[in-house]
């Protein structure tokens, strides 16, 4: 997070003239966004420099660490700014005096676009340039597409454009995409001096527009866009922008600058306006509001030097994992000598495998382990600063676990637990401290998974939700903030609408056609496949513990009960929704589940519908925007985007439709509506519409509405 100064106005860019050398540096915190009051005061400041009879050459950079992260992305969708950015870099390009871009911290996106237009480029060895473009559901839209390709050639740009990563100056040098690189620092002294090399020796601009090299349909460039196109049909199936980078990519190799520029302008346009675009800044905004929980800003989170994790199963280990990666020591507690060294051995093999796919040197694996310790006594805790519980779900082996924590941890330890959805409450309620008491509930794997719900109890303390929360920072998670319930935000939202699959398949759907039509949607896998990937005892266990509190009213579907009486959980046991043959992690559909399924609904005397793909996404997305209403309702999640992140996070949501909520918006609220009150006539207990949604739809209003973040109403 970066550090605004808000009280004192800065003009968006500065000028200073060193010598015969103009330096223009953008002066826009936090991160030099290319805003239009940016753009207007660059351009002023270049056709300034240029009628400067002292000022020989221009250094474009950016004031404080970065020079620019690109475009303004709080600007999409105000039309009419002027000047637009495409036409600064032109005018720029077009400048009669050398202009030398100085490239350090941050140069993406429109930055990256506005140094591609300089003349000449300097950069610091460790600047982060890329076009991070893609990943908001855009494209470059100011000559990106065309500059890259005839600096660096069609396959290096497509890699840029297409996945978005940032590369360091040191790349950037070997791709052609810059000049020279700078050791350390100092990028903008280096410049003013190469600025006035050039100006000495009477250099004219050199402009890449004007570029031919390399840019005739060569077999690599045209194999390129091939390959490309071969592989986004499969990576980015059903999102907008990736073709259309790569049809832009083929017209800077077949058009001159000009056409290529208008065939950009106008695809960059297209994706700008589309609702794609949106759900990606969504996803972009939520994932940094989320992290402003209203505790850190009333309290000071608690120092957390190392750490303590019970159990070494799968979550245990994987937690373990990602806190010796974030660099902290960890101390796992094990019942016996056995289950430590198990314990042990998976957290190692994980570092192994990284070592054996070349992400890890054997020595830093080496270092890494050296900081993890384990011990069958819990007086191994008495020095930590915080403890994750992941040991195995039941109310009495956490109350134990927490007595024991009780005993032994210092005071101020905070005593977390990974639970998914048992009442933390009690289990606070259960030992001396309930002040220290919350949920930190990691997603498996826990080494791998962004998202960290932090659950917080009635009694905690401030300052141990603070806690949370930058203890989240340090391990790289997104972290939402959840009230207690069964289930949390994330695991009750799916319990109903697994409830609204599980009766469209005793209904008439095929669970292959469930699967298929949400993946077309936009999942990874479809509910089914993610279920056999978790293991179907998890959800049989939750059944049964349901079972005595389920309402009379609910209609309960005994499909998944009749796998997991066979023993087919999924893939660990090679067969559950899918059949898994020899161990392939790639289900191939069961015609005996078919045969099980149709004997239910004869059972259950049902006879089978047919369901469109439409309905069957109306059906789930309905169900995830209701129960999500009814947790606003309830206060477990603070805004409708807490909500979105978990699921863009967690779950595997579709970035590009922004989460379930914002989906919802997209739709229309009123359609949304509409939707249950229809579905409701089936089934009126399960389809009740939430008192949110309704009034949200009577005022005129949508979930956006609701976003704001409690910090702002400070
Ligand atoms: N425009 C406006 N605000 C931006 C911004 C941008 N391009 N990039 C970041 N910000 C804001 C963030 O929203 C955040 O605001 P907040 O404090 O109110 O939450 C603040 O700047 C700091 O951002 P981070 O917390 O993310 O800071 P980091 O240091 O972790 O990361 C960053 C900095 C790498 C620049 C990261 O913010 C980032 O990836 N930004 C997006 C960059 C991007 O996508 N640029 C392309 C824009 S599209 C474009 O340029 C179109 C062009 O081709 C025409």
Not at 380 to 395: K, T, W
Not at 531 to 544: M, V
Request: some cysteine.
């Amino acid at each position: 997070m970066r550090v605004v100064n808000t009280t004192i106005a800065h003009p968006p860019v500065t000028t200073e003239l060193r010598g015969k050398i103009r330096v223009i540096a953008i002066n826009h915190a936090p991160v030099n966004a290319l805003s239009s009051v940016v753009r207007e005061a660059l351009l002023r400041a270049i056709e300034l420099a240029e009628a400067e009879a002292q000022c020989a050459a221009i250094v474009l950079c950016g004031a404080g660490t970065d020079f620019s992260g690109g475009a303004d992305i709080r600007e999409f969708g105000k039309s009419g700014l002027q000047p637009t950015l495409p036409d600064l870099c032109a005018r720029i390009e077009a400048s009669i005096k050398p202009v030398i871009a100085a490239i350090q911290g941050v140069c993406l996106g429109g930055g990256f676009e506005l140094a591609l237009s300089a003349h000449y480029r300097l950069a610091a060895e460790d600047a982060r340039l890329g076009f991070p473009e893609v990943l908001l559901g855009l494209m470059p839209g100011a000559g990106g597409t065309q500059r890259s390709t005839r600096l660096a050639g069609a396959r290096p740009a497509l890699d840029l454009m297409l996945s978005g990563r940032q590369i360091a100056g040191r790349e950037a040098l070997g791709l052609g995409l810059v000049d020279h690189t700078v050791p350390d620092g100092g990028v903008t002294d280096a410049a003013v001096a190469y600025a006035q090399e050039i100006a000495d020796k009477r250099g004219v601009p050199r402009r890449t527009r004007d570029l031919v090299a390399g840019l005739a349909q060569t077999e690599s460039n045209r194999l390129a866009v091939e390959e490309a196109r071969a592989k986004a049909g499969q990576k980015f199936r059903g999102q907008f922008s990736p073709f259309r980078i790569i049809d832009a990519v083929e017209a800077a190799l077949s058009t001159p600058f000009d056409e290529g520029m208008v065939n950009e302008r106008g695809n960059f346009l297209e994706a700008l306006a589309s609702p794609q675009r949106a759900g990606f800044m969504h996803a972009f905004l939520a994932e940094r509001e989320v992290a402003k929980a209203p505790e850190m800003r009333i309290a000071t989170q608690r120092s957390v030097a190392s750490v303590g994790v019970i159990g070494g199963g799968t979550m245990g280990a994987g937690i373990a994992v990602s806190v010796l990666s974030a660099g902290l020591p960890v101390v796992m507690i094990e019942r016996d000598e056995a289950a430590l060294a198990r314990g042990h051995g998976l957290v190692d093999k994980v570092f192994g495998e990284n070592v054996a796919k070349g992400r890890l040197g054997a020595e830093d694996k080496d270092q890494v382990m050296s900081r993890f310790s384990g011990a069958t006594r819990y007086e191994a805790l008495a020095d930590v600063d915080l403890v994750i519980e992941a040991a195995y779900e039941d109310m009495d082996v956490k109350k134990q676990v927490f007595a024991e924590l009780d005993r032994c941890c210092k005071p101020g330890c905070v005593l977390a637990t990974n639970t998914s959805y048992l009442d933390i409450n009690e289990i606070a309620a259960s030992i001396s401290r309930p002040e220290d008491v919350i949920g930190l509930h990691f997603f498996s794997p826990a080494n791998i998974m962004k998202l960290l719900e932090i659950v917080v109890p009635a009694k905690v303390s401030a300052d141990v939700v603070a806690t949370g929360f930058a203890f989240a920072k340090v391990l790289k998670k997104v972290p939402v903030r959840a009230g207690v319930c069964d289930g949390f935000i994330g695991n009750r939202v799916l319990a109903t609408y697994r409830l609204a699959i599980d009766y469209m398949v005793e209904d008439g759907a095929s669970p292959y056609h469930v699967d298929k039509a949400l993946r077309d949607f936009g999942y990874p896998m479809g509910p089914l496949q993610a279920s056999d990937l978790s293991g179907g005892d998890i959800g049989w266990a939750t059944r049964k513990r349901r079972a005595v509190t389920r309402d009379p009213r609910q209609r309960y579907v005994q499909i998944a009960d009749r796998l997991c009486e066979r023993g087919w959980f999924g893939q660990k046991t090679g067969r559950g929704w899918y059949q898994y043959p020899h161990g392939s992690r790639i289900g191939v559909p069961d015609p005996e589940i078919e045969a099980i399924v149709e004997a239910e609904r004869q059972r259950a005397g049902i006879t089978p519908r047919a369901f469109e793909d439409s309905e069957i996404v109306r059906r789930v997305m309905a169900a995830m925007a209701n129960e999500g209403a009814r947790i606003l309702e309830e206060g477990i999640a603070l805004r409708p985007l807490d909500i979105d992140a978990v699921f863009l996070h967690g779950y595997g949501f579709p970035r590009h439709r922004g989460g379930p909520m914002h989906y919802a918006d997209t739709v229309g609220l009123a359609n949304v509506l509409e939707d249950i009150r229809e579905f409701e006539k089936d089934d009126a207990f399960f389809w009740r519409p939430s008192p949110l949604l309704v009034s949200l739809v009577k005022e005129g209003r949508d979930f956006e509405s609701l976003n704001r973040s409690p910090l702002d109403a400070k």
